[in-house]
């Protein structure tokens, strides 16, 4: 390892001559220059990893030389070692981006600190996620093998989740561990899927929060209670992407709740959305709204209906609440309704946020796109810089001055597949990659999920003899005809429709403003 550069600024600097020795034995080399004009020069031709600068020095003074120094390099850190307390100074300093401030009389041990913060962080850091991460490990291999109930499984969730983002930030070597673990808790959540899920629809079944129960038991017990709420629905929202902006939002909102709900197969926005709007399953809708339910086969937006859903939902409840109801597709139209909401009066408010789900869909599609997103980790970026800089941000800003609490949630969840499976149907199978529905289908992979009797979990049947399909784990469905070129173009792409933690267990947060 490269020894650490300190450039030492101070006009006595004689004094100061113990802690260079002390830095010294630690293995630093120590730089000392007792003006700021010299240290402005040494900076022009040297480089060095920190600078400590004395503020109160003749001719330039720290402030100055700080200013000259950060136009040089703007990522140094510079530490401001003075001796006044002045609130002026220090705000000056930090508004010029000092990386610390230290008052004299200083000690070796603070010193010390500084360097390991600032210096040396990134690998305290990273052996200190690597070593808990091992310490965990097999506390997770447990949990994953003797997990009998979908909370079992979201806790999962949360704990996989918690550690792929831990380890982003580090350059760490326990991705690989990390991704097969996440492989076999998939594998694992797909047999206890395929187990229980058709038992939730029994009478009297005890079973989680799903895509129908949303509204009745989240939303209208709040807005009962007098509650003004906005109900945002981002499309394909998974749980990590949550955890990446939940920092940004809580600038504005404290999290009153946070938790997760089941996404009803297929986890697609034709059903799952749908049931979240009708307070219906899918074949429910379908018998009872067949104006309002679009067919697979059907050319057709599959959400076009979803306003008239909702008001279907209010009128079987007998609420008589206000509403109003925004689509937004485009950052122009969040611009144009955010203005909107200054004169809001509405105790009901649902957004329909589609930014992730078409960044999911043209990453498929575009090359440059799937390089930006390549993996989970850069999915999770271009998630928190969109928030960070789209139009949304200033909405969720604006829904805060309003005094109007958020439910935040999504439709589903999605998936990174890896491994196509063969699958065979007749001619009017539908294309998702993740789930098929059709007559006579036969998958080649033996962990795919058959539903013979698509109506005993509230799903609409095109033919009496149609079945439904789900694909598991990081599978997705390709046919025997050009089945080399679709496994080559759909493979390391973003889908949902299947089975997967990332698709089912999807995030209900509560935010009230601050």
Request: hydrophobic residues 35%; aromatic residues 20%; glycine residues 0%.
């Given at each position: 390892m490269n020894q650490t550069q300190i450039l030492w600024v101070d006009d006595e600097i004689h004094l100061l001559k113990p802690y260079i020795i002390y830095l010294e034995d630690k293995g630093y080399h120590v730089t000392t220059v007792n003006s700021g004009q010299d240290a402005i020069d040494l900076c022009q031709t040297d480089n060095f990893d920190i600078v400590f600068l004395d503020e109160n020095m003749p001719g330039l003074s720290g402030l100055e030389v700080l200013q000259e120094i950060k136009?040089?390099?703007?990522?140094l850190p510079i530490v401001m070692i003075t001796k006044s307390e002045e609130e002026q100074i220090m705000e000056q300093a930090i508004g010029q981006k000092i990386a610390d401030y230290l008052i004299k009389p200083v000690n070796p041990s603070q010193i010390l600190l500084c360097l390991k913060k600032h210096i040396h962080q990134r690998e305290i850091v990273e052996e200190h996620t690597n070593t808990t991460y091992r310490q965990e490990f097999s506390d997770i291999t447990y949990m994953i093998d003797t997990a009998s109930t979908i909370e079992e499984w979201m806790a999962i969730e949360r704990t996989l989740t918690k550690w792929e983002i831990e380890l982003d930030n580090v350059d760490s070597s326990m991705h690989t561990m990390l991704r097969m673990q996440?492989?076999?808790?998939?594998?694992?959540?797909?047999?206890?899927?395929?187990?229980?899920?058709?038992?939730?629809?029994?009478?009297?079944?005890?079973?989680p929060l799903m895509s129908h129960d949303l509204m009745k038991h989240t939303v209208f017990p709040m807005l009962d209670a007098g509650e003004k709420v906005f109900l945002v629905v981002v499309d394909n929202f998974r749980y990590d992407q949550w955890k990446t902006i939940q920092p940004l939002l809580s600038e504005w909102f404290t999290i009153k709740e946070e938790q997760m709900y089941t996404s009803i197969l297929p986890t697609a926005t034709q059903y799952a959305r749908n049931a979240i709007f009708s307070g219906l399953m899918p074949a429910q809708i379908q018998e009872l709204y067949p104006q309002?339910?679009?067919d697979e086969d059907e050319e057709e937006s599959k959400n076009n209906n979803e306003e008239a859903l909702i008001q279907t939902l209010l009128d079987r409840y007998r609420k008589r609440y206000d509403y109003t109801y925004y689509?937004?597709?485009e950052s122009d139209?969040?611009?144009?309704?955010?203005?909107?909401f200054k004169g809001l009066k509405s105790p009901l408010n649902i957004v329909i946020i589609n930014f992730i789900d078409m960044l999911s869909h043209s990453r498929t599609d575009s090359k440059m796109m799937r390089e930006l997103a390549n993996d989970e980790a850069a999915y999770r970026s271009l998630t928190l810089s969109w928030f960070k800089h789209s139009p949304t941000a200033e909405m969720f800003k604006r829904i805060a001055s309003l005094g109007y609490k958020v439910v935040l949630t999504t439709d589903h969840g999605t998936t990174r597949v890896t491994n196509p499976v063969q699958i065979l149907g007749d001619k009017n199978t539908n294309t998702n990659l993740r789930y098929k529905v059709g007559k006579s289908l036969n998958c080649s992979a033996k962990n795919c999920f058959e539903i013979t009797r698509p109506k005993q979990i509230g799903l609409p049947?095109?033919?009496?003899?149609?079945?439904?399909?789900?694909?598991?784990?990081?599978?997705?469905?390709?046919?025997?005809?050009?089945?080399?070129?679709y496994a080559q173009f759909y493979r390391n792409t973003f889908q949902h429709g299947g089975i997967s933690l990332e698709e089912m267990l999807i995030p209900l947060v509560v935010l009230e403003p601050k």
């Open positions: 136009e040089l390099h703007p990522a996440r492989e076999q808790a998939n594998a694992q959540f797909a047999k206890f899927i395929a187990k229980n899920y058709e038992s939730w629809f029994a009478p009297n079944a005890n079973r309002l339910w679009i689509k937004i597709n139209f969040c611009e144009r309704i955010t203005k909107q049947t095109p033919n009496i003899s149609s079945s439904y399909i789900f694909c598991s784990n990081s599978d997705f469905f390709a046919y025997p005809n050009n089945f080399n070129y």
